[in-house]
Antibody, heavy 119, light 111 residues
Framework: QVQLVQSGAEVKKPGASVKVSCKAS????????MHWVRQAPGQGLEWMGR????????NYAQKFQGRVTMTRDTSISTAYMELSRLRSDDTAVYYC????????????WGQGTLVTVSS | QSALTQPASVSGSPGQSITISCTGT?????????VSWYQQHPGKAPKLMIY???KRPSGVSNRFSGSKSGNTASLTISGLQAEDEADYYC???????????FGTGTKVTVL
């Protein structure tokens, strides 16, 4: 069965960076785009970007350009999202989500990783 | 790119039908048949309910249906049940510059 398992909660100081991992299993990792979506406390979903695990190609939301880097390690079927120059308003739950090209939508999601930015 | 506009809340009694709207622009909802809908219970990850505007993934109840007219997509829940109480988000592809945009979210309450 398809599973996306994310790394644990993080607490960071303003200005620092955070790197969240998303380990995929139960399917061919390189066959499906991986997206990152975040949700601030009590707020809605926000699309951050995506990575093509096959090529490593990325697309980022304009809001995060220059601060976000998405990478992958195909040998361990894991995607990563690194966000730099953290601010307090980056406090959120960060999700990875698989895009199904055959039924376009985010069909599997990780459990979420809470990133808290506080001095 | 602004978020797609959804009503903040919608409510209904058990057994009733409700509809959630998702209004975008000609650059997103109006241009692509790539609207998806997600259900999110408190503290849980979102769940895909509808893709390509009106298609249901395997395992999703046929009480959920989607449609689109112009720049507005809609999600209808028929035969409302207590377990349908959750937040619902639409999402649309918005072209090769913006890529994806989510809706503002709608809280569904079962009275």
């Amino acid at each position: 069965q398809v599973q996306l398992v994310q790394s644990g909660a993080e607490v960071k100081k303003p200005g620092a960076s955070v790197k969240v991992s998303c380990k995929a299993s139960g399917y061919t990792f390189t066959g499906y785009y991986m997206h990152w979506v975040r949700q601030a406390p009590g707020q809605g979903l926000e699309w951050m970007g995506r990575i093509n695990p096959n090529s490593g190609g990325t697309n980022y939301a304009q809001k995060f350009q220059g601060r976000v880097t998405m990478t992958r390690d195909t040998s361990i079927s894991t995607a990563y999202m690194e966000l730099s120059r953290l601010r307090s308003d980056d406090t959120a739950v960060y999700y990875c989500a698989r895009e199904n090209p055959y039924s376009p939508g985010f069909d599997y999601w990780g459990q979420g990783t809470l990133v808290t930015v506080s001095s | 790119q602004s978020a797609l506009t959804q009503p903040a809340s919608v409510s209904g009694s058990p057994g009733q039908s409700i509809t959630i709207s998702c209004t975008g622009t000609s650059s997103d909802v109006g241009s692509y048949n790539l609207v998806s809908w997600y259900q999110q219970h408190p503290g849980k990850a979102p769940k895909l309910m509808i893709y390509e505007g009106s298609k249901r993934p395997s395992g999703v109840s046929n009480r959920f249906s989607g449609s689109k007219s112009g720049n507005t997509a809609s999600l209808t829940i028929s035969g409302l049940q207590a377990e349908d109480e959750a937040d619902y988000y639409c999402c649309s592809y918005a072209g090769s510059s913006t890529f994806y945009v989510f809706g503002t979210g709608t809280k569904v309450t079962v009275l």
